[in-house]
């Protein structure tokens, strides 16, 4: 039982959706963030003083998933987020102790 | 009744509907500045700039009505500098084109635009308290009294043979726009800048909040200064006024265009994007440029006069933040700089000196300046004029006002 967290460039937030739809993982949770990595900073001009975010806008998906569906989902995240340049993102896995689903305590793969 | 006395009646009803109509037009004005001031500050100042705006034109009505318009325009002496002071308006005088109810509001719209324009430049930062007061002093002496050295007949504006100069400015380039800027630019050198507007590395930009309103309110002004001008021809009763105020429209509009489509060649040649605010400031620069003289060029030479006006605001916009002159609307330099040549050029096409017009604008801004910096030094010494480095931080909409302009969004920011 995996946590899946993503994060992705805000316009590409569709194209990972459609892609996880397809897979038939139903459930996720989305973030807007903002940060840095290799992406250099946009720096535009407003009334001829120029100025940059030190950080830059992305969207944080996160999705609980079985061992079993963990690597298609990761190919499919890949395919459909990636441009080929700086800022595309990052995948980080890791495990999850427990799950419950509230509304029926069931637990761990029941409850995702 | 016979034929004449029939005309006589019409003229004056014609030359009210006509005061009346472009009146509410120039009122509209504060519509327009309040929105584009609102757009061009960021959102924690939105609720104060445009608690500024209401109560900065309620103000000036009241100044303006109670000693303003005396100071201006009755029982004055022509030619001369020191205007009779007196209280209200007097009943319309014999043989008047116009009922004197409808000149004191076509003249108190315009006594409200000037205040207008320091809103905008000392917006961010100033006590609105502070604001206030000063609005009173504009709008009940110190525009009152360079309104009487020009419009009102005083050694400005008299002509040579009633022992004045004969200096010319339509509809107020120098008289409104320029004194306006003046104002704000005494009270910004007192003020200073933003907190965190000019850095060791140069300036920092801080853009505006709402692009919307900045382009609304653009509009708004832009057709408001069609009542502006157009009005300033004053009467409508013959087929001379009629070609005039079609003239001027005509101008007022082709100026705007042109000083907007300048200003986009320069943003996007110089800084490599269309930058919209600048954009906006060029319409406005081409519009207070062609204000001294709507009525006299022809539609080319006011296509050049607003595409020079809006050529020279754009680089005064430089200019001002190489010095620390913060100004968040551009509005020393659209209507300073701007309203300086539009008096300048008043000679191309009037029939004036260089030097008249040059001792108008040194008058005017001499005074306005100098006026205005007593008033705003005395406010600064007896109550302060800027807010504490906190509320700054935290925005005026929560230090002077107390109410958002965004609630769901904010957060403390």
Same mark, same amino acid.
């Given at each position: 039982m995996n946590w899946l967290t993503a994060i992705v460039r805000p316009f590409k937030l569709n194209d990972v959706y459609d892609r996880l739809i397809e897979e038939g993982i139903g459930g996720m949770t989305i973030t807007e963030v903002k940060g840095r990595g290799n992406q250099p900073t946009k720096t535009e001009v407003y009334r001829g003083n120029s100025y940059s975010d030190t950080f830059i806008p992305k969207i944080k998906i996160e999705v609980a998933l079985s061992d079993e569906a963990l690597e298609n989902v990761i190919d499919s995240i890949i395919e459909s987020a990636t441009t080929g340049k700086p800022g595309d993102g990052k995948i980080f896995i890791s495990k999850i102790q427990k799950a419950i689903r509230i509304r029926t305590k069931e637990i761990d793969l029941d409850a995702i | 009744m016979n034929t004449e006395a029939i005309v006589i009646e019409h003229n004056y009803i014609f030359n009210t509907l006509f005061l009346l109509l472009s009146g509410a037009l120039v009122m509209w004005m504060a519509a327009g500045f309040s929105m584009l001031e609102a757009g061009l500050v960021r959102s924690k100042n939105t609720t104060e700039i445009l608690t500024k705006n209401i109560l900065l034109y309620a103000l000036a009505c009241i100044a303006y009505q109670v000693i303003g318009f005396d100071i201006m325009y009755q029982d004055n002496a022509t030619g001369g500098w020191l205007p009779s002071f007196g209280i209200g308006i007097n009943p319309t005088a014999e043989g008047a084109t116009q009922p004197v109810e409808v000149d004191f509001f076509f003249q108190v719209v315009f006594v409200a635009t000037a205040m207008s324009i320091v809103s905008g430049a000392v917006a961010e930062r100033m006590k609105l308290s502070s604001f206030l007061i000063f609005a009173i002093f504009m709008t009940a002496v110190i525009y009152p009294v360079s309104g009487y050295w020009t419009w009102g007949a005083g050694f400005?504006?008299?002509?040579?043979?009633?022992?004045? *100069?004969?200096?010319?400015?339509? #509809? &107020?380039?120098?008289?409104?726009?320029l004194a306006g800027a003046m104002a704000a630019l005494s009270g910004v050198i007192l003020l200073g800048p933003r907190k965190g507007r000019y850095t060791s590395n140069g300036a920092k930009a801080m853009p505006g909040a709402n692009m919307p309103l900045v382009a609304l309110g653009t509009f708004i002004l832009w057709m408001g200064w069609l009542g502006f001008n157009g009005g300033s021809q004053l009467t409508l009763n013959s087929v001379d006024d009629a070609n005039a105020v079609g003239r001027i429209f005509l101008n007022t509009n082709a100026a705007a265009a042109a000083g907007a489509l300048v200003a986009y060649f320069l943003t996007t040649f110089l800084?490599?994007?269309?930058?919209?605010?600048? *954009?906006?400031?060029?319409?406005? #620069? &081409?519009?207070?440029?062609?204000?001294?003289a709507p009525d006299s060029p022809t539609p080319t030479q006011a296509v050049a006069f607003g595409a020079l006006g809006a050529a020279a605001v754009f680089f005064a916009i430089n200019f001002f933040d190489k010095v620390k002159i913060d100004d968040p609307v551009g509005a020393i330099s659209v209507h300073g700089v701007a309203g300086i040549i539009g008096v300048m050029l008043v000679p191309f096409t009037k029939d004036v000196s260089f030097t008249t017009q040059l001792i108008g604008i040194l008058v005017i801004s001499a005074w306005v300046f100098g006026s205005s910096f007593i008033v705003w030094f005395a406010i600064k010494k007896f109550i302060g004029v800027r807010i504490s480095e906190q509320d700054e931080y935290i925005g005026a909409d929560t230090s002077e006002c107390g109410v958002e302009a965004y609630p769901e969004f904010s957060g403390g920011k």
């Open positions: - | 400005l504006g008299a002509s040579v043979e009633d022992g004045g *100069i004969g200096f010319s400015d339509f #509809a &107020g380039s120098g008289i409104v726009h800084y490599g994007k269309a930058d919209l605010t600048l *954009i906006v400031n060029g319409a406005l #620069a &081409g519009l207070v440029t062609i204000t001294a």
